[in-house]
């Protein structure tokens, strides 16, 4: 079936959340600093206050007190506009509001801002020695650290992952309105309303159901709405400021700075086998980048404790605090990062043991979680392996790197494994029968592009057996029952377990109304009528039982390419991509397909585009739009094979179905950057993989 938002928003009648204009709006603009680090020693508004149109001009020097603000932790996100400390190159300091946005915006480039500057640092490579823990398990021993380095064969290498920003198709944006002093309604973009929602009430200390947060649609976010930020809390104050709904949206340039990024992340690793390819020991660290005001970490290293069987094994994360803004997490967080690295190295080692790489890993195939010794709720992966293998035509492949060319280009051959958590979280999902035969679906969650509507009607059509169209499914608003954030791969998991439960749950009702002789497949319509009902209706909540303490649960996919290599630029270009995914049972393929093949476009930019540039002698992201930070357009990718293992894991879930969103992305990087040194002969281990790199290192003659 196709997407039952589709048509909505391919022709404009989709709102996001800067498409709602409420009565009596108004329009905020965010000031933000030139410095990196320092304090404000003053700032001079008056042309600005008196400019046409202006509103309020709100500042740490005339802001209103924040209740929640003096309960946060020490380390927290930023307070805006709570003292006059600079923490980043682009922190906001001020905020205009008008009665216009042209208004706002001018009147925003007359406040002039004086600061005391302080040195900063924001180099990672060049600080790597003030690295610390964050947590007390943030180091993992098993058997003999380092086992790896006795081994008969061993690769030992540093991988670099620069920062990656979620850039969106959508901005951020929210509508705040005050309907009283301690009532609010928001139209934001999220990923989570019941999570803004209790967020909200924290920060200004009013009961969570006088919050009531709207967000229907969102247009992309990949982890970057999973957390209040704060220009969410500037309007909302701003609205309170000026006694009138503000509307505040960020531009491109703030995208870099305000809401998260894929931390720039240093590894090193150490592989040791036997001279047949058997893993001795793994020996992971990694060192992220945080901000100086809140700890972010990822875990990058935690993937080399799960992927393969081996007897031996240490990871490591640190966490280094710079004057940057803080990181968040983005699509596939912590194993994104860790298999470039452990794929990168497994690569290396297939070819100093003259291997095949699919082979390296079928002899290190995991048949229980080697980190927890339980078995997998289900996996597929040696499926996955031969299917995609079959597609890209692996048998085709040379080991010699360089071996192989096409059309006068270089060809390579490359292969990725990847993993993540398979979790179900606590959802509550009503159905509703109307009685002219609708079904009304109704819950919390948020649907950031993926399909989750499409999913939900598709298990309530087949459960109820009734026609898609005849079913309407309520989403993105607070007053809906509960729902967790959509990340993590979670929401067919948890939504959809809860979509089938409940509807399960309305069928018996109608079979207690029609009693034991009755039709298996009644016309739902029909009993209402005869009973004189206008609806009947179930709450059902779901959530994990048992089997989390029985079972390691994953999702798993692997990634296969061959790329082009210019010989005389060092230009690449993917010739095919095919990813096959083990994620239990595909209740959508459609948009399941969809989710494989944007996971993998993002895979194909973290390996060969992306990479957020600053300029440490000033701190400043110098790159911050699309024409200097290159996501990989059309003309980019060639025909991207999406294939999948289709094999329910009913020990999860009743539906049998597993996350996908993570595992389309992860692994993806290695996937490219292996099948380079196999057109090349040259080991590109510091992302992206630009031609300059490959130039210098001598592919050109």
């Known amino acids: 079936m196709s997407r039952v938002d589709g048509r909505l928003k391919v022709t404009g009648q989709a709102k996001y959340a800067a498409e709602f204009n409420v009565k009596g709006l108004t329009y905020g603009v965010l000031v933000c600093s030139t410095i990196t680090k320092g304090s404000i020693r003053s700032i001079d508004s008056k042309q600005a206050e008196n400019a046409p149109g202006v509103l309020a001009v709100i ?41 216009t946005f042209e208004r706002a915006q001018h009147a925003a ?31 993992y021993k098993r058997g003999d650290p380092n086992a790896w380095a006795t081994a008969p064969v061993k690769v030992e290498q540093e991988y670099i992952q620069p920062s990656e920003v979620h850039n969106p198709m959508e901005l951020h944006a929210i509508v705040a309105r005050w309907d009283a002093d301690d009532k609010i309604t928001v139209w934001d973009k999220t990923q989570g309303v019941k999570d803004t ?58 995208m870099f700075t305000s809401v998260g990024y894929r931390p720039l992340t240093w590894q090193k690793i150490g592989i040791g086998a036997t001279t047949d390819g058997k893993l001795v020991g793994i020996n992971h660290q990694a060192i992220g980048q945080t901000s100086t005001y809140e700890d972010f970490a990822e875990g990058p290293a935690d993937v080399s404790r799960q992927l393969y069987d081996c007897p031996n094994a240490y990871t490591s994360n640190k966490i280094l605090s710079l004057d940057v803004g803080s990181p968040t997490w983005m699509r596939g967080p912590g194993p994104a990062t860790g298999t470039f690295a452990l794929e990168s190295a497994m690569d290396e080692l297939s070819y100093l043991l003259n291997i095949d790489p699919i082979e390296l890993r079928l002899k290190n195939y995991a048949e229980t979680d080697p980190e927890s010794g339980k078995p997998f709720s289900g996996k597929n992966l040696k499926d996955a392996y031969k299917m995609g293998a079959e597609s890209i035509g692996w048998h085709n492949r040379q080991q010699k790197p360089g071996a192989l060319t096409k059309d006068g ?13 398979a979790d179900r979280e606590p959802a509550t999902v009503k159905a509703i029968m109307l009685a002219d035969g609708t079904l009304i679906v109704q819950t919390a969650v948020s649907d950031i592009g993926p399909g989750t509507g499409t999913m939900a009607v598709s298990v309530a059509a087949e459960t109820m057996g009734i026609p898609v169209e005849k079913i ?15 990340g993590g791969s979670t929401i067919t998991s948890s939504v959809g377990s809860a979509v089938y439960m409940a509807c399960n749950a309305l069928k018996e009702k109608f079979q207690q109304l029609i009693g034991n002789g009755g039709a298996d497949k009644p016309d739902y319509a029909q009993v209402l009528k005869q009973h004189n009902l206008p609806k009947l209706e179930v709450s059902v909540d779901s959530k994990a039982g048992a089997e989390v303490d029985k079972y390691a649960m994953y999702s798993w996919s692997v990634h296969f390419v061959t790329v082009l290599v210019n010989p005389l630029t060092g230009v690449v270009k993917l010739d095919k991509v095919t990813c096959v995914a083990d994620s239990g049972r595909i209740i959508s393929p459609k948009t399941a397909r969809s989710q494989i093949i944007g996971g993998a476009i993002m895979g194909i930019g973290m390996a060969l585009t992306e990479e957020t540039v600053i300029d440490h002698r000033y701190g400043k992201v110098m790159n911050a739009s699309f024409a200097d930070y290159h996501v990989p357009v059309n003309a980019d990718i060639p025909q991207i094979e999406a294939l999948f293992v289709n094999k329910p894991d009913y020990n999860i879930n009743p539906l049998g179905a597993k996350g996908m969103g993570e595992i389309a992305l992860i692994g993806m990087a290695a996937a490219v950057a292996n099948a380079v040194y196999n057109a090349t002969g040259k080991r590109v281990r510091e992302l992206p993989i630009t031609p300059d790199k490959l130039v210098d290192w001598g592919v050109v003659s």
């Open 59 to 99: 500042s740490h020097l005339n802001c209103p007190k924040i209740l929640g603000y003096p309960a946060e932790p020490a380390k927290a996100p930023i307070k805006i506009f709570y003292d006059d400390k600079i923490l980043y190159n682009g922190h906001p300091v001020t905020m205009v509001i008008a009665d």
């Open 109 to 139: 480039s007359l406040v002039k801002v004086d600061y005391n500057e302080e040195k900063h640092i924001t180099s990672l490579k060049d600080n790597l020695n003030g690295a610390v823990a964050p947590h007390d398990d943030a180091e």
């Open 197 to 254: 929602q209790s967020n909200i009430a924290r920060i200004f200390g009013i009961p969570v159901e006088n919050v009531q947060v709207h967000s229907k649609f969102v247009g992309g976010a990949f982890g970057g709405a999973l957390q209040v930020w704060q220009h969410e809390v500037a309007a909302i104050i701003g609205a309170k400021v000026v006694k009138r709904p503000v509307k505040l949206m960020l531009t491109r340039a703030d």
């Open 409 to 421: 280009w270089l060809l390579g051959y490359g292969v990725s494994g990847g993993t993540f958590g």
């Open 472 to 486: 309407r499914f309520d989403l993105g608003d607070s007053a809906l029952p509960n729902a967790p954030q959509q």
